[in-house]
């Protein structure tokens, strides 16, 4: 299935001169930042809900990080996948 027919969010993103395209996530101070290279490709998912939200972004951190965790275990993938936090 076409992930346009899941969701029309990045539908309207095109990628400029960079290998890189950001978008928003639906929730604000939460981006993704779609990275693909010649032998490469990733995702990398930006937190940043404002000043004086440090506790806040970490709870949204370490949510999508055990869920990413409990997913890749299910599926058989095991570990974390990468998941790692960049402070500031």
Known sequence: MPATEKTKLHSAVSPGEYGWI?????????TFNYVVGQHRAGVELYIDRGQGAEDENM????????RSVL?????????AGGIAPVLP
């Open 22 to 30: 950001g978008a928003g996530s639906g929730k604000s101070g939460v």
């Open 71 to 79: 997913e890749r275990h299910e599926c058989g993938l095991g570990g």
């Open 59 to 66: 709870r949204i951190f370490e949510s999508l990080a055990e």
